[in-house]
């Protein structure tokens, strides 16, 4: 057991540097942003990536878990080069269409999406950056299932590294605002598609299969609408505060909301990058319900503490990287982060939907939840502005999570510890109380404070009795091993640097 939960983790922690540069251009370019950019100007810019979003999501044709899926199905790497390639014909053919279709609509979408058809131009560099966004889904898929890891954190870092200098180029220096951010991500999805796509050709070849591509869109077409309600319920309170207040509630909420998605760009996608191949390898032993349970409990872990860690900081650190007229941001991103646990959840919850191929039930749970957050924004948002959004997401997602239990447990049951999940809440929602108690005007100060907070986390499992004998065992053998490790590497330099003339 213990084997391949080591195995997921490590390769979950090479994706996890993979997603961590992936995300650090938003997140780096907030300082930026912030100061070359109004909240408007924000709130615009998060309107045109949404739409893109909801594009992307159509043109993919659930195609991305499809690979992952039907790649793991065949034994023979003919078959399996097969399934690649007919996704990857399967996704071109579609999005060429699909986006010279678009093209001569740039500037009805501009009016549907932001209100003013003036904003054609920006659509247009938005849905060419689109089209060289979905192709890298299949040629990324493959990597995946190549647990090619490593290779996959290098195009990340390479991804990054462009972007970041596009970036300073385009606002920066020559101050073209919300153009130049669409501008930078517009060359760096080329750069990539064109890296990733011919590397996957001259890999795969061209080779179509109309029966593989039959079962791909079979498995794949019932999560075009799960996916189409999974930005419901992540970014339609956006378009609800446009209509109900203005840009600048806009911004705010999408600056706050980006913070909260720290955790899943650094924590939940890292772990589904190398879960959703693991998922179908583990399958095939006696004791996969077991390692499924325990594995989610360790994840649960580390998600928890990482959004407790933002929660306590982040009023802090907005204080620090955004200008004061964002800093009402702050405010929604713990309430954010707990509906983004319940999303967590829900994703490991549905692994018996995955493992029976029944894919309909992720949909009708989604689509219910989504069904809910549009009810929710219209009751909360026109009272309660971006806070009432915030909440509309909690309860969402906790809608979300219920359903998804529900569903998988009845296609292939998992026996989650569930006393010891309800501790890792109870102990993270008594540090959060705690530190409502401080009030520290010095930022250096005020997050040294929380930041202790936070240590004491692991020592409250301990006192409620979260952790298992064979665990902390585990634990004890591992820190004494690392420090012998450190210690032998350390007297090795020592004796080295005695022996040099």
């Given at each position: 057991?213990?084997?391949?939960?080591?195995?997921?983790?490590?390769?979950?922690?090479?994706?996890?540097?993979?997603?961590?540069?992936?995300?650090?251009?938003?997140?780096?370019?907030?300082?930026?942003?912030?100061?070359?950019?109004?909240?408007?100007?924000?709130?615009?810019?998060?309107?045109?990536?949404?739409?893109?979003?909801?594009?992307s999501?159509?043109?993919?044709?659930?195609?991305?878990?499809?690979?992952?899926?039907?790649?793991?199905?065949?034994?023979?790497?003919?078959?399996?080069r097969?399934v690649?390639?007919?996704?990857?014909?399967?996704?071109?053919?579609?999005?060429?269409?699909?986006?010279?279709?678009?093209?001569?609509?740039?500037?009805?979408?501009?009016?549907?999406?932001l209100?003013?058809?003036?904003?054609?131009?920006?659509?247009?560099?938005?849905?060419?950056?689109?089209?060289?966004?979905?192709?890298?889904?299949?040629?990324?898929?493959?990597l995946?299932?190549?647990?090619?890891?490593?290779?996959?954190?290098?195009?990340?870092?390479?991804?990054?590294?462009?972007?970041?200098a596009?970036?300073?180029?385009f606002?920066?220096?020559?101050?073209?605002?919300?153009?130049?951010?669409?501008?930078?991500?517009l060359?760096?999805?080329?750069?990539?598609?064109?890296?990733?796509?011919?590397?996957?050709?001259?890999?795969?070849?061209?080779?179509?299969?109309?029966?593989?591509?039959?079962?791909?869109?079979?498995?794949?077409?019932p999560?075009?609408?799960?996916?189409l309600?999974?930005?419901?319920?992540?970014?339609?309170?956006r378009?609800?505060?446009?209509?109900?207040?203005?840009?600048?509630?806009?911004g705010?909420?999408?600056?706050?909301?980006?913070?909260?998605?720290?955790?899943?760009?650094?924590?939940?996608?890292?772990?589904?990058?190398?879960?959703?191949?693991?998922?179908?390898?583990?399958?095939?032993?006696?004791?996969a319900?077991?390692?499924?349970?325990?594995?989610?409990?360790?994840?649960?872990?580390?998600?928890?503490?990482?959004?407790?860690?933002?929660?306590?900081?982040?009023?802090?650190?907005?204080k620090?990287?955004?200008?004061?007229?964002?800093?009402?941001?702050?405010?929604?991103?713990?309430?954010?982060?707990?509906?983004?646990?319940?999303?967590?959840?829900?994703?490991?919850?549905e692994?018996?939907?995955?493992?029976?191929?029944?894919?309909?039930?992720?949909?009708?749970?989604?689509?219910?939840?989504?069904?809910?957050?549009?009810?929710?924004?219209?009751?909360?948002?026109?009272?309660?502005?971006?806070?009432?959004?915030?909440?509309?997401?909690l309860l969402?997602f906790?809608?979300?999570?219920?359903?998804?239990?529900?569903?998988?447990?009845?296609?292939?049951r998992?026996?989650?510890?569930?006393?010891?999940?309800?501790?890792?809440?109870?102990?993270?929602?008594?540090?959060y109380?705690?530190s409502?108690?401080?009030?520290?005007?010095?930022v250096?100060?005020?997050?040294?404070?929380?930041?202790?907070?936070?240590?004491?986390?692991?020592?409250?499992?301990?006192?409620?009795?979260?952790?298992?004998?064979?665990?902390?065992?585990?634990?004890t053998?591992?820190?004494?091993?690392?420090?012998?490790?450190?210690?032998?590497?350390?007297?090795?330099?020592?004796?080295?640097?005695?022996?040099?003339?």
């Amino acid at each position: 057991m213990y084997g391949e939960i080591r195995s997921v983790f490590r390769h979950a922690l090479v994706y996890g540097a993979a997603s961590l540069t992936t995300g650090l251009i938003g997140f780096l370019m907030i300082p930026v942003y912030t100061r070359y950019l109004s909240p408007r100007d924000y709130g615009v810019l998060e309107l045109l990536q949404l739409a893109s979003n909801v594009i992307s999501i159509i043109m993919a044709i659930g195609f991305s878990g499809a690979v992952l899926r039907f790649y793991f199905q065949y034994d023979s790497e003919d078959d399996r080069r097969e399934v690649v390639s007919t996704a990857l014909i399967a996704i071109l053919t579609l999005g060429v269409g699909a986006t010279l279709l678009l093209l001569t609509q740039t500037a009805w979408l501009a009016r549907v999406v932001l209100g003013k058809p003036g904003y054609a131009r920006l659509v247009a560099v938005m849905i060419l950056t689109n089209f060289f966004g979905i192709t890298l889904i299949v040629p990324l898929a493959y990597l995946r299932a190549l647990r090619r890891s490593a290779l996959y954190g290098g195009v990340a870092l390479g991804r990054l590294v462009l972007g970041l200098a596009l970036n300073i180029v385009f606002v920066v220096v020559l101050r073209m605002s919300v153009l130049g951010v669409l501008l930078s991500g517009l060359i760096v999805a080329f750069v990539s598609s064109v890296g990733l796509v011919g590397g996957a050709l001259r890999s795969v070849g061209l080779n179509l299969s109309r029966a593989k591509f039959d079962e791909m869109a079979a498995y794949g077409g019932p999560l075009v609408p799960a996916s189409l309600s999974m930005f419901v319920l992540h970014f339609a309170d956006r378009f609800f505060l446009q209509r109900m207040t203005d840009l600048n509630q806009v911004g705010l909420y999408a600056l706050g909301y980006r913070f909260a998605m720290m955790l899943p760009v650094l924590v939940m996608e890292p772990f589904a990058l190398i879960w959703g191949a693991a998922m179908f390898a583990i399958a095939r032993r006696e004791d996969a319900p077991q390692i499924y349970a325990r594995l989610f409990t360790y994840f649960f872990f580390v998600a928890t503490a990482f959004a407790l860690g933002v929660s306590l900081v982040i009023k802090d650190a907005i204080k620090v990287v955004a200008t004061p007229k964002f800093l009402a941001a702050h405010t929604v991103v713990p309430v954010v982060l707990v509906g983004l646990l319940c999303l967590a959840a829900s994703q490991f919850f549905e692994t018996g939907v995955h493992l029976s191929k029944r894919t309909i039930f992720r949909a009708a749970a989604v689509g219910s939840a989504a069904a809910i957050n549009l009810l929710l924004n219209l009751l909360l948002i026109p009272k309660y502005g971006m806070m009432g959004a915030a909440v509309a997401t909690l309860l969402s997602f906790a809608a979300l999570a219920a359903m998804s239990y529900v569903f998988g447990q009845r296609l292939y049951r998992i026996p989650y510890e569930f006393p010891r999940l309800a501790k890792l809440v109870a102990a993270a929602a008594l540090i959060y109380w705690a530190s409502t108690w401080l009030h520290i005007e010095s930022v250096a100060a005020s997050t040294a404070a929380r930041a202790g907070l936070l240590a004491l986390y692991p020592g409250l499992l301990y006192l409620l009795g979260f952790y298992h004998h064979d665990e902390l065992l585990k634990a004890t053998r591992a820190g004494q091993a690392a420090a012998v490790s450190l210690w032998q590497r350390v007297w090795h330099v020592k004796r080295v640097s005695e022996s040099a003339p």
